[in-house]
C-alpha cells in the first residue's frame, strides 16, 4: 500500500492555524515581562525609603544667650 503525498502551493504552506496559538504565547509572554518589570520597578524604585546620601556637614553652632 503506497501513500500519496499531497503537493501544496508555497502560499498553502504558508498558512497559519486559524487558532494563532503562536500569537497567545507571544502576547501572554509580553504581558508577563511587563508585569515583572513593573514588580522589579516598584522592589526597586517604589515606595518611601530615603536615598542614602550623606548629611551635610555640621556647621558651627553658638550657644543661645542668655
Given at each position: 500500500?503506497?501513500?500519496?503525498?499531497e503537493v501544496l502551493t508555497p502560499t498553502?504552506?504558508?498558512?497559519?492555524s486559524?487558532?494563532?496559538l503562536n500569537l497567545r504565547v507571544l502576547v501572554t509572554s509580553l504581558?508577563?515581562?511587563?508585569v515583572a518589570a513593573v514588580a522589579l520597578y516598584a522592589v526597586f524604585?517604589?515606595?518611601s525609603t530615603q536615598m542614602s546620601t550623606?548629611?551635610?556637614a555640621p556647621t558651627q553652632?553658638?550657644?543661645?544667650s542668655p
Open positions: 500500500m503506497q501513500r500519496t503525498q498553502e504552506a504558508r498558512q497559519s486559524p487558532r494563532r504581558l508577563i515581562a511587563v524604585y517604589g515606595g550623606p548629611d551635610p553652632s553658638t550657644a543661645p
